[in-house]
């Protein structure tokens, strides 16, 4: 298994610009969920889905959009990019049920920079 | 609003000690509790999660506790090596799957 895959690694933005951050997972695992990650502090949840056509916003939505239509893959847009959006972007998995349910896997991450 | 407290920044400590650390959580009512491990430039990696019924966790030199009377969580890497210096979070989940609540780290560093 693979497990969380993002693309790009790295990516520099000019404000205003829209892009779209991929996440995909082969574990079959029900929830999918973004956070981002600004310099010395914790992870903020900016979207989440518990499966396919359902997502719902984090404490951070605003500037994001997000869909599920396949239980694999999880992208995040950026709309029009602001300074503010420049950060470290990380997609986690997990799986429902079962004995090792809440463990949650992260991908590797995106490091954005908008200019 | 939801508020989660990790014991300072920095914790520096000589290896063979035990380190502890803590979270702190205010305005919560967690289901349970995570612990993660990070790396410089890496995504978390999982530890040990804890639920609210249970008190203590262990798994190899790792200890977690939870006293949701207190709100707060302890864990605990005993004999520490300097390649368990990282930083730690700890993460809180209500009832509502797949929402996860941060702290904001503990950075470890254990000396020779």
């Known amino acids: 298994n693979a497990g969380v895959t993002q693309t790009p690694k790295f990516q520099v933005l000019k404000t205003g610009q829209s892009m779209t951050l991929q996440c995909a997972q082969d574990?079959?695992?029900?929830?999918m969920s973004w956070y981002r990650q600004d310099p010395g502090m914790g992870l903020r949840l900016i979207h989440y889905?518990?499966?396919?056509?359902?997502?719902d916003q984090g404490e951070v939505p605003n500037g994001y959009n997000v869909s599920r239509s396949t239980t694999e893959d999880f992208p995040l847009r950026l709309l029009s990019a602001a300074p503010s959006q420049t950060s470290v972007y990380f997609c986690?998995?997990?799986?429902?049920?079962?004995?090792?349910?809440?463990?949650?896997?992260f991908g590797p991450g995106t490091r954005l920079t908008v200019l | 609003s939801q508020k989660i407290e990790q014991n300072s920044e920095a914790l520096n400590i000589q290896e063979g000690k035990t380190a502890t650390l803590t979270c702190n959580y205010t305005?919560?009512?967690?289901?349970?509790l995570q612990w993660y491990r990070q790396d410089p430039g890496r995504g978390p990696v999982f530890l040990l999660l804890?639920?609210?019924?249970?008190k203590e966790k262990r798994k190899e030199r790792l200890k977690v506790t939870f006293d949701t009377t207190l709100k707060q969580s302890l864990f605990h890497i005993t004999a520490s090596q300097p390649a368990d210096s990282a930083t730690y979070l700890c993460?809180?989940?209500?009832?509502?799957?797949?929402?996860?609540?941060f702290g904001d780290g503990t950075t470890l560093t254990v000396k020779p």
């Open positions: 986690a998995s997990r799986d429902r049920g079962g004995p090792s349910t809440d463990t949650q896997y």
């Open positions: 574990m079959n695992h029900e929830y």
């Open positions: 889905s518990v499966g396919a056509g359902i997502t």
């Open positions: 305005n919560y009512s967690p289901a349970y």
């Open positions: 993460a809180l989940d209500g009832i509502r799957a797949g929402k996860s609540t």
């Open positions: 804890i639920r609210e019924n249970e």
